[in-house]
C-alpha cells in the first residue's frame, strides 16, 4: 500500500453504508456513520450498491462486513458488562465504533493501522465534520515490521488489563509470517483478553458460491494492489494460535452470526462463506499449589 490509502478499506465502509439503504429490516448491522464518512463520493459509491445490489460481489461484501462487525461488537458488549475497559482495532481502516456506538464511553479505543490510512481517515473525519477529540486513539504501525505490543504500550494501552482485538478483513492480506508476528504480540496480553479474527477459509474447503465470490474479490483486490496471501483451514488456524498461545473459543461462519428472519428477508444478500471468524482467549493461567 506504501503511501496510498486501502482501497479495501474503502469498499468495506461502502458496503456498510449501503447495508441500511439497500436491504431490509431486520438489518445485521447498523453503522450510522459510514455514509458520511464518504463524502462527497458516498451517493455515487452506495449507488452502486442501489443499482446491482443483487450482484453476487456487492451482495457478499454486505453480508461480509455486516456480520462480521456484528459479531465483534456484540461479543464486546459482554466483555465490558464484565469489566474490559481496552478495545483495540486491528486494520482498523474507516472503521466508526469509536464515533458512533455508545460502548465507546465505557472503553478506550485503540486504532492500529497503515499511517497512510490513518491520515486519510483523520481528513474524511474532519470533511463530515466528526469531532475527533472524543475519538479513538491512532496507533501508527506496520504489520510486517513493527512491534504492536510496544506501539500500543507507547500511546497508553495498560498490557497488564485485558483487552479485546478485532482482527477484521485483514489477516488474508498478510503473509504466514505476518499473521504469526501479531499472533505473537496477541498471545502477550493480559490474561482473559480475546482476539476476534477473520480469516480466509482454504479454497478447497469453499462451496460453488464461496468460490465464485472468492475469485472475483480476490481478482479485484489484486488490480487494487492488495492480493489476499493467506488462507487456513479451521483446524490449521486453531493449531496456529494455539502456537501463539491464545485457546481457541470457536469458529464462526457468516450465516451464524445473524438473525435467521434477516437472511429470509433479504434472499439476495448471500454471505458467501468463503471466510471466518475465529474468537480465541489469552487463558488465565491456573496458579500452581
Known sequence: MNDEHSQTALMAAVARAAH?????????FKDTLAHAL???????????????????????????????????????????GGGVRQYVILGAGLDTFAHRSPLADRVTVFEV?????????????????????????????????????????AQG????????????????????QA??????????????????????????LCDETATAFGQMAMAA???????????????????????????VIEHVGQREVADPESWRNNEKLLPPENCRLVRSVVPVTAPTA
Request: proline share 5%; hydrophobic share 40%.
Open 38 to 80: 464518504l463524502g462527497d463520493r458516498a451517493e455515487e459509491l452506495v449507488g452502486y450498491h442501489r443499482a446491482y445490489g443483487e450482484h453476487l460481489i456487492l451482495s457478499g461484501v454486505r453480508a461480509q462486513v455486516t456480520t462480521r462487525s456484528r459479531y465483534t461488537e456484540r461479543r464486546l458488549a459482554e466483555l465490558t
Open 221 to 247: 483486490a489484486a488490480e487494487r494492489g492488495e492480493p489476499w496471501l493467506s488462507f487456513f483451514a479451521p483446524e490449521e488456524l486453531s493449531a496456529m494460535l494455539a502456537e501463539h498461545g491464545l485457546t
Open 157 to 176: 494501552f495498560d498490557p497488564a488489563e485485558p483487552a479485546l482485538v478485532s482482527w477484521l478483513g485483514v489477516s488474508m492480506y498478510l503473509t504466514a
Open 113 to 153: 493501522d497503515h499511517p497512510a490510512t490513518q491520515r486519510w481517515k483523520r481528513g474524511l473525519l474532519t470533511a463530515a465534520g466528526v469531532a475527533s477529540q472524543d475519538g479513538p486513539v491512532f496507533v501508527e504501525t506496520d504489520f510486517e515490521t513493527d512491534d504492536l505490543v510496544e506501539r500500543l504500550i
Open 179 to 204: 499473521i504469526g508476528t501479531t499472533l505473537t504480540a496477541v498471545g502477550r496480553l493480559a490474561p482473559g483478553s480475546e482476539l476476534v479474527m477473520e480469516y480466509a477459509l482454504s479454497p478447497a
Open 20 to 28: 441500511l439503504t439497500v436491504d431490509r429490516e431486520p438489518l445485521i
